[in-house]
Antibody, heavy 118, light 107 residues
């Protein structure tokens, strides 16, 4: 059974930093691209970042480019999202998601909540 | 960036009714479209991928259609557990984008 378990969310002040983790199990982690998708309170889904299976290729939404960094440790079956320069508009539930097929998300974690507020 | 526009924003129907949700892309995405269902307080789940393929474990009452710029998600006969928010997502171009969602509510 595929499981994705996010952690690391919390309350942080504007301008602060936070690192999210996503522990994966139930599939061969090193052979699948992974993504982060966020959802602001009461709003829709927004893709944030993606990383290839090897970790060599990464992509970012314009809204987080230069502030967020995605990485993975295939030996630990873990995906990360380093977030710096956090803003109020980064407040959201952050989901990690496994990429399926040609680019959809076939499994999602339960999410970790990031709140940026003073 | 490809913009996905979902309609209607809210759909009010009764159990047993047929539901038809629409997703329109700002440019052709061939069949690179997925549909997700999200219930309050839960993560999204994949319903349909590649426009018309049901994901594993998804009931046959859910079906997807369309190609190019116009897509539909149809629920043939609504069950009480189907009342939720539905999102479409394209994966033909970066950045990946989602529609704004359709809320399916009980009439």
């Amino acid at each position: 059974e595929v499981q994705l378990l996010e952690s690391g969310g919390g309350l942080v002040q504007p301008g602060g930093s936070l690192t999210l983790s996503c522990a994966a199990s139930g599939f061969t982690f090193s052979t699948f691209a992974m993504r982060w998708v966020r959802q602001a309170p009461g709003k829709g889904l927004e893709w944030v970042s993606g990383i290839s299976d090897s970790g060599r290729n990464t992509n970012y939404a314009d809204s987080v480019k230069g502030r967020f960094s995605i990485s993975r440790d295939n030996s630990k079956n873990t995906l990360y999202l380093q977030m710096t320069g956090l803003r109020a508009e980064d407040t959201a539930m952050y989901y990690c998601a496994k990429r399926g097929g040609r680019g959809y998300h076939d499994f999602w974690g339960q999410g970790t909540l990031v709140t940026v507020s003073s | 960036e490809i913009v996905l526009t979902q309609s209607p924003a809210t759909l009010s129907l009764s159990p047993g009714d047929r539901a038809t949700l629409s997703c329109r892309a700002s440019q052709s995405i061939t069949s690179s479209l997925a549909w997700y269902q999200q219930k309050p307080g839960q993560a999204p789940i994949l319903l349909i991928y590649d426009a018309s393929n049901r994901a594993t474990g998804i009931p046959a009452r859910f079906s997807g259609g369309g190609s190019g710029t116009d897509f539909t998600l149809t629920i043939s006969s609504l069950e009480p557990e189907d009342f939720a928010v539905y999102y479409c997502q394209q994966f033909t171009n970066w950045p990946i984008t989602f529609g704004q969602g359709t809320r399916l509510e009980i009439k």
